[in-house]
């Protein structure tokens, strides 16, 4: 026999947040329900506008919904929405040839499967050590490294951001 026991909507938010509280410790989530947002400015549910300072964990400089970022985004989607690392496609050889055309001569060698901040410099952070044949690494204390547990640790902060960091 199925058991049909309701799920109370409130124990399961409350599982959720605690399970991405214990995943993302340097985080605590928010309880604000955005509904849209537009440039550096969020909206709640409730229409309250929110100035965000953040640019979401500093992924979205040029803001939300930014027109030439919007029509890049629905072209690209048309041709195939994700694509493994593993497989050439003509954007990847193009940002490749951007990146080395900007770069020092030194540097000749792109490599594009990092995903995101953290990991490029949790990754910048391994090779420095292999390098250099040392274990420790010099960083400004509580700069932004990434949200990652290795950046974290070397940029010095250990404690979880307040609730509303980032946000006006």
């Not at 193009?94 to 080395?100: H, I, V």
């Not at 974290?152 to 946000?167: D, H, N, Q, V, W």
């Amino acid at each position: 026999m199925i058991n049909t026991t309701l799920i109370n909507k409130d124990l399961i938010k409350e599982q959720y947040i605690s399970t991405a509280s214990s995943l993302t410790r340097n985080i605590k989530p928010q309880n604000i329900k955005i509904s849209k947002a537009k440039g550096v400015i969020f909206y709640d549910d409730k229409g309250k506008e929110y100035l965000d300072f953040s640019s979401q964990t500093l992924n979205l400089n040029f803001g939300q919904n930014h027109p030439k970022i919007t029509k890049a985004v629905i072209k690209q989607v048309k041709n195939f929405t994700y694509l493994s690392s593993r497989f050439e496609n003509p954007l990847m050889i193009e940002l490749a040839e951007k990146l080395l055309s900007i770069s020092p001569s030194i540097l000749r060698k792109v490599n594009l499967k990092l995903v995101n901040g953290s990991d490029a410099n949790e990754s910048t952070l391994k090779r420095i050590r292999k390098k250099s044949g040392k274990e420790f690494v010099i960083t400004y204390h509580k700069t932004h490294l990434g949200e990652s547990s290795e950046t974290l640790s070397a940029s010095g902060r250990k404690e979880i951001p307040t609730a509303g960091a980032g946000f006006l």
